[in-house]
């Protein structure tokens, strides 16, 4: 049971996780900001926690995470070089399948509104009521924006945030 505690907190008070962490929460905070309000039709919560938009979160997270563990473990190091592979893995599934997954929903979305209109027309009862979700993936400038917020925080919380919580006591020496 002791072991158990001592993960949990290895995992509530690793630097490493925590800028990923940090950066995410950061960049869902913006997206309050850079949503343009037709988008906002439903809660400041659905923007919160909901994918897409500026700045990509993702990025920011893996971004964020890489470069703080390059800053603690050394750039040259094996696991920066796995973060550093699944950062690019990540960016490429935002702007690539993700994006054009947004768009097939977008298409599927307009072709139930135009069944839902015929079925009107004719009175029918079965209407399609479920829309998919079209913001799924990013644009390149939101995987960048995303990308510079992550480095950013990484250095923030490297040479800011952390040594005031070691001296604090609230991380463990690492």
């Not at 940090?22 to 960049?27: H, I, R």
């Not at 897409?52 to 070089?81: K, Q, R, Y």
């Not at 768009?103 to 072709?111: E, G, P, V």
């Amino acid at each position: 049971m002791l072991e158990l505690r001592r993960i949990i907190i290895d995992l509530f008070t690793n630097p490493m996780i925590l800028c990923a962490t940090f950066s995410w929460l950061v960049a869902q905070f913006l997206k309050i900001f850079t949503t343009p309000k037709f988008r906002m039709d439903k809660s400041v919560l659905h923007v919160l926690f909901g994918s897409g938009g500026m700045p990509s979160s993702h990025s920011a997270a893996v971004f964020g995470a890489a470069i703080s563990i390059g800053l603690h473990e050394g750039f040259d190091s094996a696991v920066f070089a796995v973060v550093g592979v699944l950062a690019m893995v990540v960016v490429r599934d935002a702007t690539g399948i993700r994006r054009e997954a947004g768009k097939h929903a977008a298409m599927l979305n307009q072709i139930t509104e135009e069944l839902n209109k015929e079925k009107e027309h004719e009175n029918e009862e079965n209407a399609f009521e479920h829309t998919l979700k079209v913001l799924l993936g990013h644009t390149p400038l939101q995987v960048f924006f995303g990308a510079i917020l992550g480095v950013a925080m990484a250095f923030i919380c490297h040479y800011w945030i952390f040594p005031l919580m070691l001296a604090e006591h609230v991380l463990p020496l690492v």
